[in-house]
């Protein structure tokens, strides 16, 4: 195998394993916000307890998290250092804004979040976990920022010719506000909202059936539904905006995405199916006319196909794309209906009776996970072979001076140390979750009487 | 060429690198030094409490690594991928050990068994100094330089060439330094008979860095001259050397009058010191090539655009006095010997 395949498996590897915990991180940082935003308000014992058996599992995920964060950034100059010098110089505001404003944020408040209980008071822990979900939230529209201007350039110019040629930037909020930036990053958000509600509803589905901790779980659960629901909805119109944005402005990536070999009139839409690549077919149930409703709300409108581009300027992989779009909608809708299902029992009062149920939700966990990564394969596999749409080739943007078993050599090490830490990580949440929420008599230590300003004038 | 202050762009942005770098090195450095020497600590209550002297700040330590290094990546974008794609191997191992180091801190106190505590702790003192070793590796490289063909790319690079004797004595130096500055971090954090141990080792650290920074400084006047030529050309410029040989003096000093917060703070500006020395030795490269001058890669032909650069120095305006106040504010709540709770690690 050459540098290339190696380097973009080596970095495929290490971002899709790396994205199985931010999203948890932002998701549990929703949730633990709004219970220990009721604790405060309600002064309801349970929400502290709540909160403070998740935050337990929200250290676990956001610890792995920034470990295997760091490896990505490494990556741009060891494995792709042409790209490196392609993008710096517009990467950098954004990754500057990033370090600054997010990172900063929510690493400082962390260690008062985990360890702080005992030292501030309520209000000001309470700051603090509002502080840590803000910066997981700032992390993420930066580094989306960076991703969708590889997608969709703009506010740049290109300097240089040839091999040399690179970006610079020309406006920052042009770049910022490129055009896939806003709806990317909603969607992206809530993505991560539905990973922690699901987490939330698993966990306490879990106790549920095995008949412990009901009380607590009752209230998660409750709460981890109305999450759920409320944001696979919204989900579901953000998933539209986003394919709008690509129908519009990356029409070869929706092509690819629907199969869409031929331009004509009244495109067809996939609900699943199977694209030949030799014959340039596509065998499965669709909607007739339903992508060109879906993008111009005209059942008869022309949508591109894949012949309207050049044979080198389109995704190798069409089948690939068009699988992994479709498993991520189709879990969207599998979202919705299980948060329905669940909302409706729970309104009828019966929802702590329908076992099976529960324990579809123990296991729907991996769900919003999975939706999250084959999204996340679509939109990257689907922009090839572009690493910067039009402008910069992945096969351009490698490093010169790196051979391919130096990568064959980190990917095995890294293949070995992700398995570990996978390894560990399900053993201790799965020793987490046994070992529960206290539920014996809160010995309480908190500095109830010390507010902010005692706090900074002592 | 855009200026602030009298000074263009790319010298300003050098400066916030090295600024980043330098309080990095304070930060980080006390939390691996304080790793590193952590198998020396003997009984598991007290590998806890040093662990946990750690434990609520080396997450926000470490983010300095990555504003240092995204601040290296978006100023000087030529350096950057010149430096990690030649140093491929050193640089991936730096990554294991960083999530090595991770692991072990957030795993070790999570089962109770000896066999378990015992692999984390080894695994957790082994990681921590090998990425105290491998940023020094990675400064001596760029202090010593390599070939560099026109278009700034490393000639030929393999592992060989980067373990050279100056590289590894600078590794080991940064490790002394950090071991040192660890051990009186854990004084502030520590007391009775484990502080009494601390101090006992940190004599020895101390002894260890000096004699090390001594090796290092002849070494380099004789194999590395031209790290001295900025020196010689500007004598003025040598209170800089001497200041720096003062503070690391007044360390041991203050030390025996069990003055630890003063040690730490002269301990933490050795490493500022330090860093302007090789900054000054530097300017303007950022990479020397070893083969043509001028194939080096300096700050100017690194940097990135004026517009570039303008943007990402006023977000650097207007966030450092954030992220200078979070870091104050957990230190304050942190302040203190360690007392372990049931959230500790």
Redesign the interface.
Known sequence: MDVEILSRIQFAFTVSFHYIYPPLSIGIGLMLVISEGLFLKTKDQRYEVLTRFWVKIFALTFGIGVATGIVMEFEFGTNWATYSRYVGDIFGSALAAEGIFAFALESSFLGILLFGWNKVSPKVHFMSTVGVFFGSMFSAIWIVVANSWQQTPAGYKIVGEGMEARAEITDFWEMVFNPSSVERILHVWVGAFLAGAFLFISVHAYYLVRDRHQEISKLGIKLGLIAATLFSFVQLFLGHMSADGVAENQPAKLAAFEGHYYTDHSADLYLFGWVDQESKEVYGVKVPGGLAFLTQFNFDAKVEGLDAFPEDEIPTQINAVFQFYHLMVGIGMMLIGLSVLGTFYWFRGTLFQQKWLLWTFVFAVILPQLANQFGWFAAEMGRQPWVVYGLLRTSDALSKAVQADQVLFSLIMFTFIYTLLFILFIYLLNKKIKHGPSDTHLIDHRPHQQGINDFFSE | METFLGLDYPTLWFLVVGALFSGYGILDGFDLGAGAMHLFIKGDKNRRIALNAV???W??N??W???G???L??????F???????M??P??L???F??????S???RS?EEMKWWRTMWDISYSISSGMIAFLLGVVLGNVLKGFPLDE?Y??ID?HLTMFLNPFSILVGLTTLALMMMHGAIYLTLKTEGRLFDKVVKMLEKCMIGFIVMFGILSVFTLIFQPHLAERFKDHPSLFFLPLTAILAIANIPRLARKKKYMQAFIFSSLTFSLLLILVAVQLFPNLLIASNDPNNSITIYNAA??Q???G??LT??A???P??LA??F??Y???WGKVKL?E??Y
């Open positions: 434990g609520p700040v997450d926000g470490e983010v690594l990555v504003i290094g995204g601040t990546f978006a100023g000087f974008p030529v950057y991928a010149t430096l990690f794609s030649a491929y191997i640089f991936m730096f990554i294991m960083i999530i090595l180091r991770a692991i801190i957030e795993f999570k278009n790319e490393a690079p990135a655009s517009k570039g650069l943007l990402m977000i650097a207007i966030g450092t954030l992220v979070y870091t504010i957990v304050k709540i942190f709770d959230h500790s």
